[in-house]
């Protein structure tokens, strides 16, 4: 039987209609939630995100715009854009488009954003109240996507064991923290395998519920998967296609072809955890607006 689809985008467009209200409510009070983007470079992959991310922000009444800086910013200039933005108080979510070039420390740049406007979740102070368990902090938006695709289709998480490919600190740390907390929607034992994992269709035969954020192209196959599992795809990838024009095509880090046949539900990728990370984004900017115009 063919698994169930678990279509990101239907459940983005839930979340994008409750941000909308809370939206409108802003703007009852003068409020307009306002959201920047900061794009280093001309990297096609990372215009087209943000272009997407722009455009969803409109739909649903956010502010937005991009300041895009030459590659060869420095990363003084870069830190003095991010306090120019920090300081602004129209401004209530700042977002850094990774990849940034090479010569930028990407953990440096991160930690520089308020964390009360981080809306990513990547500064540090963010990501230890993460650890804490306190709520005051903004969540990963992908991570916190994936638990709200599992919450939306009703996906038992109690008791269940989840085991995640990638140990990461934008998905696998957290997404592990996150399923292992003591509330709804988790509680669940979690394993968390990597490239030193020894025999790993063993231990990703185990899981009821199956993250791949390796980054390796179609790494998951059938033989890696339990029959009736979930399967969650987080990975995007670009390999060569020569019947595309661009020369290449994205995929995930899983084989769905083989996997839809045996899995009990699984994101297609396009359409799976993207839209559910815009869609938290978003979420989480206005939640910055309401707490800042408090």
Same mark, same amino acid.
């Given at each position: ?18 941000? #909308? ?57 870069l830190l003095h854009e991010i306090d120019s933005l920090n300081a602004d108080p129209l401004v ?65 998480? #109690? ?16 997404? #592990? ?11 669940c034992t979690v394993t968390l395998a990597h490239s030193a994992s020894v025999d790993l269709p ?93």
């Amino acid at each position: 039987m063919p698994a169930h689809i678990l279509d990101g985008e239907a459940f983005a467009s839930s979340i994008h209609r409750e941000t #909308a209200v809370r939206v409108a409510a802003l703007g009852k009070r003068g409020v307009t939630p306002k959201l920047v983007f900061i794009r280093v470079g001309e990297d096609p992959a990372s215009r087209a995100y943000v272009a997407r991310k722009e455009a969803r922000a409109k739909e649903v009444g956010i502010a937005s715009r991009t300041l895009v800086l030459p590659a060869t910013t420095t990363l003084s200039s870069l830190l003095h854009e991010i306090d120019s933005l920090n300081a602004d108080p129209l401004v209530h979510g700042i977002l850094i488009q990774s990849p940034l070039p090479s010569p930028l420390p990407n953990d440096t740049v991160y930690a520089h954003v308020s964390p009360t406007k981080d809306v990513d979740g990547f500064h540090p102070l963010n990501f230890g109240k993460l650890l804490l368990g306190d709520p005051t902090g903004f969540l990963p938006c992908t991570p916190a996507g994936i638990l709200e695709i599992l919450r939306l289709a009703k996906i038992p998480t #109690a008791g269940k064991h989840a085991v995640i490919l990638g140990r990461g600190q934008i998905v696998g740390r957290p997404l #592990a923290t996150l399923l292992a907390r003591k509330s709804p929607g988790a509680d669940c034992t979690v394993t968390l395998a990597h490239s030193a994992s020894v025999d790993l269709p063993s231990l990703t035969r185990q899981a009821d519920i199956l993250i791949a954020a390796i980054g390796r192209p179609l790494f998951l196959t059938k033989e890696h998967v339990r029959p009736g599992a979930t399967v969650i795809d987080v990975g995007v990838n670009r390999i060569s296609d020569a019947t595309n024009a661009r020369g290449y095509r994205l995929v995930g880090d899983v084989d769905f072809a083989s996997i839809s046949t045996i899995a009990g539900a699984i994101t297609p990728n396009p359409g799976g955890i993207g839209p559910m990370t815009i869609a938290l984004l978003l979420s989480n900017t206005v939640r910055s607006a309401e707490d800042l115009s408090r």
